[in-house]
């Protein structure tokens, strides 16, 4: 069965350099969530979309931003990359107009700022 | 402030022995509860859900205990077996649908 696919698996930047990070929904999901998983920590909840839309804020920096298009994937900008940013970064989605609330999460990407 | 907590951070269990995996919360809204398994490298993967309504929900070798009023729920995995080695996340949600994820139990079974 297809699972959540997320782009890159690794990625390596710089201080104050910029991240593009993808991910790919279950076919047929509206709704991606994505979360930050810090090393020995648990996940954080950073932001969701519904049907485009953003449904959700957490604890996402201002430096951050993100957006849903209308194949249903989502993609996360990082701009001016700080060190604390080094971390995994997960995508999840749902079928939320399904009434399913059951999260399913991709591989993540490793992110690793330098 | 962590609202879904699993107070072990490690598990060690003999092969065919039961795996027991506490979490607590301290939100009341919160509806719907949640176990993940996770491998590294790995996204974490579903394993089974409870809703507020109901008290035990099992699924093979897994069963979920929710008991509301100490706000507590548990994972039993019976037999335990060494393919379950792994970090179990508890989590849950409100009417919001995201998920607040506790802080994790590595679970390692040995033969």
């Known amino acids: 069965a297809a699972g959540v696919i997320q782009s890159p698996r690794h990625l390596i930047k710089e201080k104050r350099e910029t991240a593009t990070l993808k991910c790919y929904p279950i076919?047929?999901?509206?709704?991606v969530y994505w979360y930050q998983q810090g090393p020995g920590q648990d996940p954080q909840f950073l932001i969701s979309?519904?049907?485009?839309?953003?449904?959700d804020k957490g604890s996402i920096p201002d430096r951050f931003s993100a957006q849903q298009f209308s194949d249903y994937h989502s993609e996360l900008n990082m701009s001016s990359l700080e060190l604390g940013d080094s971390a995994l970064y997960f995508c999840a989605s749902s079928a939320h107009s399904l009434g399913d609330e059951k999260l399913f999460f991709g591989s993540g990407t490793q992110l690793s700022v330098l | 402030d962590q609202q879904v907590k699993q107070n072990s951070p490690s598990l060690s269990v003999q092969e065919g022995r039961i795996s027991i995996l506490n979490c607590d919360y301290t939100?009341?809204?919160?509806?719907?509860f949640l176990w993940y398994k996770k491998y590294p490298a790995e996204g974490p993967t579903f394993l089974i859900s409870?809703?507020?309504?109901?008290d035990k929900n099992e699924d093979g070798r897994f069963t979920v205990f929710l008991n509301k009023s100490a706000k507590h729920l548990s994972l039993h995995i019976v037999p335990s077996q060494p393919g379950d080695s792994a970090v179990y996340f508890c989590a849950a949600s409100d009417n919001t649908d995201k998920l607040i994820f506790g802080t994790g139990t590595r679970l390692q079974v040995f033969p």
């Open positions: 939100n009341s809204m919160f509806d719907y």
């Open positions: 409870i809703s507020s309504i109901k």
């Open positions: 076919p047929r999901h509206d709704t």
């Open positions: 979309f519904y049907e485009k839309m953003q449904s």
